[in-house]
C-alpha cells in the first residue's frame, strides 16, 4: 500500500504562485510513476502532469505546459508541481497518483481557488 497526502493548495489571485506537495509513506515511493490530476466543479478528473519513477521523463497537459512544472525528490518521498501564473481556470480538487504496474493510488486531494 501507498499512502499519499496533498498539500499547499488555497486561494491565489490570477498570476500568482502555488506549490502542491504529494508526501507518500508505505511501499517505496521511488518505484512509482507519479501524476497530478485534477478536477473542476462538474466536470471529468483531468491529467495534468506525470513523471517517471527516476525524475527522467515528465510530460504535461497542454493546458499546463508552460506554466506548470512536476518534480519529486524520491529521497524524501515527495512529489510537487509548482504553477505558475495561474489562472482561474486552473480552480479545481488536485489529486496526487503513484502508479507501477497494477498498483494504482490516489490522495485525498487539495483544492485550489484562483481568483480573477
Known amino acids: 500500500q501507498v499512502q499519499l497526502v496533498e498539500t499547499g493548495g488555497g486561494l491565489v489571485q490570477a498570476g500568482g504562485s502555488l506549490r502542491l506537495s504529494c508526501v507518500a509513506s508505505?511501499?517505496?515511493?521511488?518505484?512509482?510513476?507519479m501524476g497530478w490530476f485534477r478536477q473542476a466543479p462538474g466536470k471529468e478528473r483531468e491529467f495534468v502532469a506525470t513523471i517517471s519513477w527516476n525524475g527522467g521523463d515528465t510530460s504535461y497537459a497542454d493546458s499546463v505546459k508552460g506554466r506548470f512544472t512536476i518534480s519529486r525528490d524520491n529521497a524524501k518521498n515527495t512529489g510537487y508541481l509548482q504553477m505558475n501564473s495561474l489562472k482561474p481556470e486552473d480552480t479545481a480538487v488536485y489529486y496526487c497518483?503513484?502508479?507501477?504496474?497494477?498498483?494504482?493510488?490516489w490522495g485525498q486531494g487539495t483544492q485550489v481557488t484562483v481568483s480573477s
Open positions: 497518483r503513484a502508479q507501477r504496474r497494477s498498483n494504482d493510488y
Open positions: 508505505g511501499r517505496t515511493f521511488s518505484m512509482y510513476a
